[in-house]
């Protein structure tokens, strides 16, 4: 089984100022990692995921993020940011030998761009 | 390609009261997975089908959720009779089979109100 841990609910942070959004994660198996965002009145969308190889990642809309397995970590980071990056971000882990993509949530990060 | 379809967005009911949520995956995709926020929670897996087939259905609360995926195409989730601990947003998700991870896509989410 594996959980998730983002230890912030929200993240205040002003407009091109730069913000990382903290996630841990427990494994007892290697797992794929993901970070998801959903933004007002949509659904979750994938912003970003982690498979294999390079442990740094980007992903849409300037995001990226580092595969740290010493710390179990997948912090998502953006070095400037937009009024249009307030929304919810969820980190999400998935082992990699179920055969199929049960995901397991974080609690979820709400980013709030003021200007 | 249209992407993951739920409906309705938003459902406002009385505790007693049944209410059945649809899901149209993307075509192609045979795997569909129901997936449940809860106020202030995490994310929670509720059910998982390949094809027309229940492939895990470890998440569902109790036996007032029933879940079906008709053909192998779109799915519903009936709650009956509705509690007030059901409210929350209802995702409902889709991916192809791979060998590899396996990267879900999202709905928008349906969000129930049980009063």
């Known amino acids: 089984a594996q959980s998730v841990t983002q230890l912030d609910s929200q993240v205040p942070v002003f407009e091109e100022a730069p913000v990382e959004l903290r996630c841990n994660y427990s494994?007892?198996?290697?797992?794929?990692l993901f970070w998801y965002v959903q933004y007002p009145n949509q659904g979750l969308q994938l912003l970003l995921k982690y498979l294999s190889g390079s442990t740094l990642v980007k992903g849409i809309n300037g995001f990226e993020a580092e595969f740290n397995k010493s710390q179990t970590s997948f912090h998502l980071r953006k070095p400037s940011v937009h009024i249009s990056d307030t929304a919810e971000y969820f980190c999400?882990?998935?082992?990699?030998?179920?055969?199929?993509?049960?995901?397991?949530f974080g609690k979820g990060t709400m980013l709030l761009v003021s200007p | 390609e249209a992407g993951v379809t739920q409906f309705p967005s938003h459902s406002v009911i009385e505790k007693g009261q049944t209410v059945t949520l649809r899901c149209d995956p993307i075509?192609?995709?045979?795997?569909l997975y129901w997936y449940r926020r809860v106020m202030g929670k995490e994310i929670k897996f509720l059910l998982h089908f390949v094809k027309e087939s229940k492939q895990d259905e470890s998440g569902m609360p109790n036996n007032r959720f029933l879940a079906e995926r008709t053909g192998g195409t779109y799915s519903t989730l009936k709650v009956q009779p509705a509690e007030l601990e059901d409210s929350g947003v209802y995702f409902c998700a889709s991916s192809y089979t791979t060998s590899g991870a396996n990267v879900l896509t999202f709905g928008a989410g349906s969000r129930l109100t049980v009063l």
């Open positions: 075509s192609g995709h045979d795997n």
């Open positions: 999400a882990v998935s082992d990699q030998y179920s055969g199929y993509s049960t995901l397991t």
């Open positions: 494994s007892s198996v290697s797992v794929y």
